[in-house]
């Protein structure tokens, strides 16, 4: 297993964002093209990307694993992006809220799929093998978590293929998912904190010899 690179571990903690970010839709576009633009295209996209990952794991050298992270984290980039768009050009909150659904479970997914490339990078340092997953995998409940409790403890038919993969990983990550009503950004932040302090034990990277 190649060992992970000082910029790898930066890398690896600097995903653990909330998933609020965005570029909103410009207010001023005509109504036509919004109407048009209120539509699943770019979750659907997403979600091919995703599947596909989820079929095809990545190599196991370091340049191949840090490829599939930072594809991963474009995904990710991207339904946060297009949650902010479609909360702007829809007018329907019945519409709104189904796509939310669906950027919720594309979201968490794609962080779980993380999860398992920050472990294989962060190899050499077994506090970050555990630790960095942990803070992948609670950004995913997380995500899962809001929608559910937004609709006062529905699960949405769409999630359940998904939280068995975040399940799943926790319980290899040690990390115990509180019920649903219980998953704040709180409890996310707590998990956070946790994880980058066992991170700070790992030994720092060796410097490059010069000349």
């Known amino acids: 297993m190649s060992k992970l690179s000082g910029a790898a571990i930066l890398l ?11 570029v ?12 048009n633009r209120c539509n699943s295209q770019t979750i659907d996209d997403a979600s091919g990307h995703i599947r596909d990952y989820d079929r095809h794991a990545a190599g196991d050298g370091s340049a191949q694993l840090l490829k599939r992270y930072g594809a991963l984290l474009e995904v990710i980039s991207i339904l946060n992006e297009e949650r902010e768009i479609l909360n702007s050009v ?9 796509f ?7 979201a968490a997914w794609a962080l779980a799929l993380e999860a398992d490339v920050a472990a294989r990078l962060n190899a050499s340092c077994p506090a970050a093998e555990q ?21 006062n403890g529905a699960v949405p038919t769409a999630f359940s293929e998904v939280i068995p993969k975040v399940q799943t990983r926790a319980q290899g990550a040690g990390l115990a998912l509180p019920p649903w009503s219980d998953t704040s ?9 946790k994880a980058k ?15």
């Open 12 to 22: 690896a903690i600097v995903v653990g964002l909330p998933m609020t970010s965005g």
């Open 131 to 151: 630790a960095l997953p942990t803070m992948m995998l609670a950004d995913a409940w997380l995500s899962l978590a809001n929608i559910v409790n937004e609709k």
């Open 197 to 211: 302090a066992a991170i700070a034990t790992c030994p720092s990277p060796s410097p490059a010899p010069s000349g």
């Open 185 to 193: 950004a709180y409890w996310r932040d707590q998990v956070h904190a």
């Open 90 to 98: 829809c007018s329907g909150d019945a519409q709104r809220e189904a």
């Open 100 to 106: 939310f659904v669906q950027i919720a479970a594309n």
């Open 24 to 35: 909103p839709a410009k207010a001023e576009a005509p109504t036509e093209i919004a109407i």
